[in-house]
């Protein structure tokens, strides 16, 4: 086989080879960064049933009401009722969502709020709701 001919195969196969490792590599991070936002919406979906949790427990100890706040470095929608919470958040224009059910005496009123800051209010009677945190003058 001629030497020139051969170098034109080689340079093709390395490219094609290249190539597919590009295109297999930008997929890996494309799922990688999928999976890194899911994780980052249970993060969120935790952290307000957390702070739901918190207000409530202090709430029914304390026999007042007690206000929390949870805030998010990003916008997001959460729904309460009953005794769970479900945030979704978007990514990349894809809307992703995690729920969390309370096992404890906790009852969320329904509420629909969205915003990157929550105010938790918490009775004695066990029951909290989660509205928008209003933001105070400077």
């Known amino acids: 086989m001629d ?6 195969i080689l340079i093709a196969s390395l490219l094609a080879s290249g190539s ?12 990688a960064g999928t999976m890194m936002a899911e994780c980052a919406v249970r993060g969120m979906a935790f952290e307000m049933a957390a702070g739901a ?3 409530t427990s202090e709430a029914v100890q304390s026999g ?5 706040c949870v805030i998010f470095s990003e916008e997001a929608l959460v729904e309460a009722s009953g005794a769970s919470i479900t945030v979704v958040a978007a990514f ?8 969390v059910g309370l096992a404890c005496g906790i ?15 918490a ?7 989660i509205s928008a945190q209003e933001v105070e003058g400077i």
């Open 3 to 8: 030497r020139s001919v051969t170098t034109i």
């Open 20 to 31: 597919a490792f590009a295109s297999t590599s930008a997929a890996f991070w494309e799922r």
């Open 53 to 55: 949790a918190e207000a």
């Open 64 to 68: 007042t009401v007690v206000k929390t």
């Open 92 to 99: 990349n224009g894809r809307l992703l969502n995690a729920s």
């Open 107 to 121: 009852d969320l009123q329904p509420s629909r709020v969205s915003s990157s800051s929550f105010t938790v209010t």
């Open 123 to 129: 009775y004695p009677n066990g029951t909290a709701i």
